[in-house]
């Protein structure tokens, strides 16, 4: 890959872990992903005029991706009330690649060599967040893996619904719109007014967060359209260590070599399972 190719995918990394930074720095970490969620969408609502409307048979996975979603933006919340962003956004990051390899292993996809090398160090670097001097803890652990398995979902009813969609971009438009309102239903009915009193103080940031989001994915799109898909995807997992920098750098979150290890690990584990 060329200068000119790394670096946008650089960013959208960067970008990625920058949502993330944000939803952990809100203080209602659901409301945040709520704006997170909105900021998202109406970004993708001025493109869906330009895209294809999915195919019938991508509806289903459509509605079964919204609810992952839904199940998504409730669980990140929960992890980022117990966890640090440099913990919970390497585990969750980690671990959801890892799960869908395995999964599809099962499914008949054997894992290769290079996978398997792949899968063993983003378990190295999860055991080094686990002796690391703030470990995540039990309930932590748990939440981060819940929320992992729930990106698993999500991203094979993506997979195969962009397939069955016929145009993957299109398909994606579409995501980002859909998933504002099974979110918002909740949050609104259950806590309307004080959501819209947060959601007036925090928009800008909020809202620009889910701007974030999109663009991460549209750039990560459109570098796939000029270098091997599997190329993209590695150098996107270096997000897990912007996600650090972040966390240390805006969130007064501690920093030490074990905990560096343990997020350059992961990051090259989940290049390596890109790869394979």
Known sequence: MSLSLILPVLLAALLH????????????????SAMNCLGGGLGALFLVPFVSFPAPEAWPLLCLSCLCHLTYYICISAAYREMDLSVGYTIMRGTAP?????????????????????????????????????PP?????????????????????????????????????????????????LILWRNGADYLRYLRRRAVPGISGGVCGLASYGIAIWAMTQAPIALVAA????SVIFGMLLGVAFLGESFSALRALAVVLVACGGMLLRLA
């Open 17 to 32: 872990a920058s949502w993330n930074s944000i939803v952990k720095g809100g203080q209602n970490k659901l409301y945040e």
């Open 98 to 134: 890892l799960l869908t390899a395995l999964f599809m292993a099962i499914w008949g996809a054997p894992l290769t060599l290079l996978g398997w090398v792949g899968l063993l160090t983003i378990c190295a670097g999860i055991g080094c967040l686990a002796l690391g001097r703030r």
């Open 137 to 185: 803890g039990r309930r932590g652990m748990f939440l981060a893996l819940r929320t992992s398995v729930v990106i698993m979902g999500y991203t094979l009813a993506d997979g195969f619904g962009a397939q069955h969609s016929g145009d993957s971009i299109g398909y994606a438009c579409w995501i980002f719109v859909l998933n504002i309102f099974p979110l918002h239903a």
């Open 235 to 238: 150098l996107r997992e270096t």
